[in-house]
């Protein structure tokens, strides 16, 4: 948290959870709302985002794959403007299962109706380091895979050559099946290299 902002948001809730303590003291509702002031409402907000993201490792593999593309919950029903922007327009509609919502990450998010069926990550050579899966800096198949399998030693990764994959020419695949529903899939190119890493909850027509 910078310098600064946890002092101004300790005042804050100070005075948030004092003004509620004497409207709850008191023999008659106050007459006006109880409001922060506004330099100090804003320090709270912004203290609270400053807040680091919990390094509580995820016991269930599923739920821990999917947080590892983005914070949207698989399988449940999620505001796709809350995603970030909309990247295809000129082909799809708002509720088209063709549009592709990508946040500020760069993760594509697909809807399966008002549900989020499918995450994914297009990769090129200026992509970053990639947190989904613990992928990170690999690659190459080899380095993907291992990097895959530490990251969820629970399921069973396996490997399609290019001629049995169907995924385009060139194109071999890797993925793995969860055991209440849902898989992963990573496609390499004819040179080895990651092209795409994916993750779907449910299949869409």
């Known amino acids: 948290m910078g310098e ?13 959870f004092a003004a509620m303590a004497l409207a709850a003291c008191g023999s008659e509702p106050a007459s006006e709302p109880l409001v922060a002031p506004p330099e100090l409402a804003e320090a709270f907000i912004e203290g609270a985002k400053a807040q680091p993201a919990s390094d509580t490792p995820i016991a269930d593999p599923w739920q821990r794959a ?38 500020e990450s760069g993760v594509v998010h697909i809807f399966g109706g008002p549900k989020l069926a499918i995450k994914l990550i297009d990769v090129y050579p200026d992509t970053g380091p990639i947190a989904a899966l613990g992928i ?29 994959a169907g995924e385009g020419e060139g194109i071999s695949s890797c993925g793995a099946d969860f055991t209440g ?23 869409i027509d």
């Not at 909309?86 to 063709?98: F, P, T």
């Not at 190459?140 to 069973?156: I, S, T």
């Open 4 to 16: 600064g902002k946890a002092p101004k948001m300790q005042r804050a809730l100070t005075i948030v």
């Open 136 to 164: 990170g800096d690999a690659r190459q198949q080899g380095d993907v895979l291992k990097n895959v399998r530490a990251f969820l030693p629970e399921v069973k990764v396996t490997c399609l050559s290019a001629g049995e």
């Open 181 to 203: 529903g849902g898989w992963i899939k990573l496609l390499f190119g004819a040179d080895g290299t990651l092209k795409t890493a994916r993750i779907d909850a449910f299949q």
């Open 66 to 103: 999917g947080t590892s593309f983005s914070k949207y919950p698989l399988g449940e029903e999620v505001l796709p403007q809350a995603v970030g922007r909309l990247r295809n327009g000129e082909i799809c509609d708002d509720g088209d299962i063709l549009c592709e919502w990508e946040d």
